[in-house]
């Protein structure tokens, strides 16, 4: 039996050691990070399902400081990018220099990370958009004519502002779809906001232990694909996508109503694959239809368009998703 992650003689004793240490890294977490619960589990999911997540919320919800306790807690190399109007595609993914010998020498940029965060993602132009999106894709840039392998794992962790909407380039539907995740972060509880200040008020520094290692990431990942999935939910997943396609024969009334655009392929598989990995972090050996439900949201809400009626009745495409499901 091949040794999925170190230690482990099979699948199940693998994905009851992913099981743990979900919880460890979320007990450390916790540690300095108040609240957001969802918000961890839907990153993590992505993480182990070899995705991408983008991050929706306004500014002061700890965002940055989510992904960075993230990067320590799992022992994995961090890279921020600011974007900004001005930012270039070189400055991503790096650029050609010539050194003291007159040889042109390649210098990586700060995608060359396991963890990147892409903060204010769509404060920079489509063209430097597209880069890191290719990079996303490819797992790889090429400058010069060479391509140059991004380190593994890999992750990509963008954020937005939705509320501040000039100066931005929002991005287009086709590249927001390379994004397995969008999570929306939302205020704290009232509880919640005041154990927030008492532990940012003081002088004390949160130490956190790094519970994880790029290997055991990477076992996790290919343990996760292998997990088995039933053709019902195979059958429900398709179906639950498909009924975002208001030109689809057997479209439901909410969807002819509300929706221009359905999802898309990628979000059939990006729903089983992560219904696949919240049941193994959740310490079950096969997913359900709750699984699949748990990661629609996040799966499908950046990936259909509501219509203008939608918009003028102020109808949330959560709603739409809820009523579908």
């Keep these: 039996m091949e040794k999925f992650v170190a230690g482990c003689q099979n699948e199940v ?12 890294v ?23 399902s070899r995705g991408h997540a983008l991050l929706v919320g306004v500014p002061g919800l700890a965002k ?16 921020r990018i600011q974007f900004t109007p001005d930012l270039m595609p070189s ?13 042109y020498k390649f210098l990586k940029g700060p995608v060359f990370a396991n963890m990147v965060l892409a903060d204010e993602i769509n404060r920079t132009p489509p063209k430097t958009q ?33 509320i501040e909407q000039e100066g931005t380039y929002p991005l287009p539907e086709a590249q ?84 221009s655009w359905g999802a898309g392929p990628r979000a059939s598989q990006y729903l089983i694959i992560g219904a696949k990995c919240h049941a193994a972090l959740h310490g079950k050996l096969s997913p359900d239809k709750e699984d699949v439900k748990a990661v629609a949201l996040a799966t499908l809400r950046h990936r259909v368009v509501k219509n203008y009626k939608a918009e003028a009745e102020g109808i949330h495409i959560d709603e739409i998703l809820s009523g579908l499901m």
Excluded: C, W
């Design 13 to 24: 004793e693998a994905l009851h050691l992913l099981s743990e240490r979900y919880k460890a």
């Design 26 to 48: 979320r007990a450390e977490i916790a540690k300095r990070i108040v609240g957001q619960d969802e918000v961890v589990e839907s990153i993590l999911v992505s993480i182990f």
């Design 64 to 79: 940055t400081l989510l992904v960075q306790t993230l990067a320590q807690v799992m022992d994995l190399s961090f890279s």
């Design 91 to 103: 400055d991503i993914t790096g650029s050609e220099i010539l050194d003291h010998d007159r040889n």
């Design 130 to 162: 597209a880069a890191l999106l290719e990079a996303m894709q490819e797992k790889s840039v090429t400058v010069g004519g060479t391509t140059y392998r991004l380190p593994e794992p890999f992750f990509v962790l963008a954020t937005q502002n939705p």
């Design 176 to 259: 927001l779809d390379r994004f397995m995740f969008q999570v929306s972060l939302d205020y704290p509880r009232l509880e919640e906001e005041i154990d927030i200040v008492k532990a940012t008020t003081l002088d004390r520094e949160v130490k956190l232990s790094a519970l994880m290692t790029e290997a055991e990431i990477a076992g996790f990942q290919h343990l996760i694909r292998m997990i088995p999935v039933p053709d019902s939910l195979y059958e429900y997943a398709v179906r639950l996508v498909a009924s975002t396609r208001p030109g689809s024969g057997n479209a439901p009334e909410i969807t002819r109503r509300y929706i």
